[in-house]
């Protein structure tokens, strides 16, 4: 599964190093960017712990630390403004 990075919508404390670089993307369509391969194969780790593990003790990936998920470690965008 491709997941597009949307910085408003995953914890704030969520990193990989696809975060870090700009790839252009041939397969993304006009006006769109594509940081993700097609398939998953993106490691994660969080900022506070750095592992692959957040602070609650559970796994760090960009389906588990988005906005709707129930992280009690959860830093959303609007808690950094």
């Known amino acids: 599964m491709a997941f597009k ?6 914890c704030q404390k ?4 696809e ?5 252009d993307n041939p ?5 769109e960017e594509s ?3 097609p398939y998953d194969a993106v490691s994660f780790w969080c900022e506070c712990t750095h592992k692959g593990r957040g602070p609650d003790g559970e796994r760090v ?3 588990c630390c988005s906005v709707g998920t129930s992280r ?6 609007d808690s950094l403004v």
Do not use: Q, S
């Open 5 to 10: 990075y949307e910085p408003e919508k995953v």
């Open 14 to 17: 969520l990193r990989c190093k």
């Open 19 to 23: 975060m870090l670089i700009h790839v």
């Open 27 to 31: 397969d993304a369509g006009e006006g």
């Open 35 to 37: 940081l993700f391969d």
């Open 61 to 63: 990936h960009i389906e």
């Open 72 to 77: 009690r470690c959860f830093v959303g965008i």
